[in-house]
Each structure stands twice: as C-alpha cells, then as structure tokens.
C-alpha cells in the first residue's frame, strides 16, 4: 500500500510540474508573439532567454519574450540583421549592420535610456524614455542617420543611441 501512495503521490508531482512549464510555455509565447504583427505571429520562430523554441517559423524573424531581467512588458522580434545586432549588444561587441534591418517591438515597452546602450535605469542625463508599441530600423551606413533627430518626444521617428554601433531609428506606431 505505501509503494502505491508514493507512485501516486510521484505522478500528481509530475503532473503539476508538466502543468506548471506548459504554463510558462503558454506565457512566454503568448508575451513573445505580443511583440509581432498579426501577420507575421504564425510564421516566426519564438525562443526563450535559455535558447529554447517555443514556435517553430518560417519567415526568418525570431520573437523573444521580455527578458526575465526586466520588470513590465518588452518583447521583441528580430530579423537576421537585427540578431546580429544583438549578439553584439548583449556582448558588447562592435557592430555594423552589412543591411537595413526591422524589428517589432509593438507590445511596447518598459524604458530605456536614449543615449546610453547599457543604462540599467534612468538618471537625470540619460534621456529615459517609455515607448509605446514601435518598430525599430538599423540602417548599413550610420551617416544615413544624420538627418533625423534624436529626440524622443518630437512626435516622429527618432535615432536612439546615435554615436555608438548600436545607433538605430525608432518609429513609434499607433495600434488603434
């Protein structure tokens, strides 16, 4: 009797932690695809921060849920020039776009500062700013972005990080 009260008291053990990861499963995914058009959420490949795929796709964007790093929202999905946009970020390397690249980012997201690439939080220099839903487009020749401003409240597009190899132009859309 007691080896059937430990094999049952195992499954239900089982069960809830298969029910618990299929959860997060469902959370991770539904957070990484929050970040891609409507259009593209059936075709992209969604991975998590440890490199596992919760979606197979076939239009060579990778979506990414906000990083556990992170409090709030800020989910992403990244084309090949923007994946290696930001490997070189994370390790901060130098980089150089060989191509115009788009990401989506249309969940939004939490904050970051305009000027410094690796702020962890907003000072009183470092521009801080909340976007809302927007894409983001990293051009192969960085003079392409000369003639557009830098400020993130002008009601446009704007450069974010201009003078560093992570420069790129954020375009914030609507979504009503």
């Not at 929050?34 to 259009?39: I, K, M, N, T």
């Not at 964007?61 to 020039?81: E, H």
């Not at 994946?83 to 060989?98: D, F, G, R």
Request: some cysteine; charged content about 20%; overall charge negative.
């Amino acid at each position: 009797m007691n080896t059937v009260k430990k094999l049952s008291a195992a499954l239900i053990l089982i069960t809830a932690a298969s029910h618990v990861a299929s959860d997060d499963h469902g959370k991770l995914l539904a957070d990484a695809l929050s970040a891609a058009p409507v259009s593209l959420r059936d075709k992209v490949t969604v991975m998590d921060w440890n490199d596992n795929v919760l979606q197979e796709g076939s239009s060579g964007y990778v979506c990414f849920p906000t990083p556990p790093t992170l409090q709030g929202t800020a989910p992403m999905c990244l084309d090949g020039p923007w994946q290696e946009w930001a490997e070189a970020w994370m390790n901060k390397q130098p980089h150089t776009p060989s191509e115009f690249g788009v990401s989506y980012m249309l969940a939004g997201d939490e904050g970051a500062s305009n000027i410094d690439p690796y702020a962890e939080g907003k000072t009183d220099d470092n521009q801080w700013v909340k976007e809302g839903p927007h894409i983001m487009i990293i051009v192969p020749d960085p003079a392409l972005l000369n003639s557009l401003p830098t400020d993130p409240h002008n009601g446009g597009p704007y450069v974010m990080w201009k003078g560093t190899d992570y420069a790129h132009i954020m375009v914030p859309v609507s979504m009503e």
